[in-house]
């Protein structure tokens, strides 16, 4: 004889999870907002540092040409400096002429390069007085970055092991009602509690058919056996409720924050950051208190199913 089988460990943990989920997820928007408070600020100085850097390779940039003229004058002095002085008086003269020339030329280069290194000097001093500050709030906004990703990646392993807990209970209570109700082995597979969340596309809608058809088969087996009284009569509002918070949050919010904190687009610039993660902690708080209070009824009504098995025509 098949019997009804107890899920509530599956369901409680899940409940548990969401618990978990939900302190990751405020911990994870506290250390973000840190993160952007530090990263307004680096937004607001990178245009000075950008100006900064342009002038100081706007200085250095004349240096390779000073340099390579200076060298080139170098090295013809010291080739017509080791070059035979012709026998002919007329050609020693041009050749002496040529060397003087060659010397007044070289020291006029040797002044311009000096003159570009000068403001080379004084324009890497003025870079580094913008360069130190602006080098100091990268890196802080490098590490406060690091610690938002370490935090929202713990809460993404939480929600992802939140899921397979949601689909291992649904599975059973799957199961648990092809037992007590024989027309349910027409209806879905148990396979589609975890196949459901899997598939791309599919996702957006399956989970919640699949959880709907076992909470409004559950209540109305229960109804008919009189072993409840109909007390929720907004079941399908609540479950499109859970459903729909769950889309916002784990998908819609996502993207806005994302938009707003990481991209330096107009909701980087309209949008109060504080107000989104606020938002944000408020769509995470609301869907996961539904879920947990659909998964506390639905726990419940399991409980009752397990509880008076006797009264089911068991096969």
């Not at 713990?154 to 929600?159: K, Q």
């Not at 109305?220 to 459903?243: C, Q």
């Not at 996502?254 to 707003?260: F, L």
């Given at each position: 004889?098949?019997?009804?089988?107890q899920?509530?460990?599956f369901g409680?943990?899940?409940?548990?999870?969401?618990?978990?989920?939900?302190?990751?997820?405020?911990?994870?928007?506290?250390?973000?907002?840190?993160?952007?408070?530090?990263?307004?600020?680096?937004?607001?100085?990178?245009?000075?540092?950008?100006?900064?850097f342009?002038?100081?390779r706007?200085?250095?940039?004349?240096?390779?040409?000073?340099?390579?003229?200076m060298?080139?004058?170098?090295?013809?002095?010291?080739?017509?400096?080791n070059?035979?002085?012709?026998?002919?008086r007329?050609?020693?003269?041009?050749?002496?002429?040529?060397?003087?020339?060659?010397?007044?030329?070289?020291a006029?280069?040797?002044?311009?390069?000096?003159?570009?290194?000068?403001?080379?000097r004084?324009?890497?001093?003025?870079?580094?007085?913008?360069?130190?500050?602006?080098?100091?709030?990268?890196k802080?906004v490098q590490?406060?970055?690091?610690?938002f990703?370490?935090?929202?990646?713990?809460?993404?392993?939480?929600?992802?092991?939140?899921?397979?807990l949601?689909?291992?209970?649904?599975h059973?209570?799957?199961?648990?009602?092809?037992?007590?109700?024989?027309?349910?082995?027409k209806?879905?597979s148990?396979?589609?509690?975890?196949?459901?969340?899997?598939?791309?596309g599919?996702n957006?809608?399956?989970?919640?058919?699949?959880f709907?058809?076992?909470?409004?088969?559950?209540?109305?087996?229960?109804?008919?056996?009189?072993?409840?009284?109909?007390?929720?009569?907004?079941?399908d509002?609540?479950?499109?409720?859970w459903?729909?918070?769950?889309?916002?949050?784990?998908?819609?919010?996502?993207?806005?924050?994302?938009?707003?904190?990481?991209?330096?687009?107009?909701?980087?610039v309209?949008?109060?950051?504080?107000?989104?993660?606020v938002?944000?902690?408020?769509?995470?708080?609301?869907?996961?208190?539904?879920?947990?209070?659909?998964?506390?009824?639905?726990?419940?009504?399991?409980?009752i199913?397990?509880?008076?098995?006797?009264?089911f025509?068991?096969?």
């Amino acid at each position: 004889m098949k019997k009804i089988t107890q899920n509530a460990p599956f369901g409680k943990l899940a409940m548990l999870v969401n618990v978990l989920i939900l302190g990751m997820f405020i911990v994870s928007m506290v250390c973000m907002l840190n993160f952007d408070k530090v990263n307004v600020k680096l937004v607001k100085e990178t245009p000075g540092y950008e100006v900064a850097f342009a002038e100081l390779r706007k200085v250095e940039s004349p240096r390779r040409q000073a340099q390579a003229d200076m060298d080139y004058y170098a090295v013809k002095l010291d080739t017509l400096k080791n070059r035979a002085i012709p026998a002919d008086r007329k050609k020693a003269k041009e050749h002496q002429e040529e060397i003087d020339r060659t010397i007044h030329t070289l020291a006029g280069k040797e002044a311009e390069l000096a003159d570009v290194d000068a403001a080379i000097r004084m324009q890497t001093m003025l870079f580094e007085a913008v360069q130190v500050p602006f080098d100091d709030l990268t890196k802080q906004v490098q590490s406060k970055k690091t610690t938002f990703k370490a935090m929202l990646w713990i809460t993404i392993l939480l929600f992802v092991g939140k899921v397979l807990l949601f689909a291992a209970w649904t599975h059973k209570s799957l199961l648990n009602l092809r037992i007590t109700s024989p027309w349910m082995t027409k209806s879905t597979s148990p396979y589609w509690a975890y196949l459901g969340w899997l598939i791309p596309g599919y996702n957006f809608i399956k989970p919640y058919t699949v959880f709907a058809e076992i909470y409004n088969e559950t209540t109305y087996i229960l109804l008919d056996k009189k072993l409840k009284e109909d007390t929720d009569n907004n079941s399908d509002f609540n479950l499109g409720l859970w459903w729909g918070l769950l889309i916002v949050s784990a998908l819609v919010m996502p993207y806005i924050i994302n938009a707003t904190f990481f991209n330096e687009g107009p909701m980087f610039v309209k949008l109060s950051h504080t107000g989104v993660a606020v938002t944000a902690i408020a769509f995470w708080t609301f869907y996961l208190l539904q879920e947990s209070v659909l998964i506390f009824r639905g726990l419940k009504m399991n409980q009752i199913l397990f509880e008076n098995h006797p009264k089911f025509d068991l096969p």
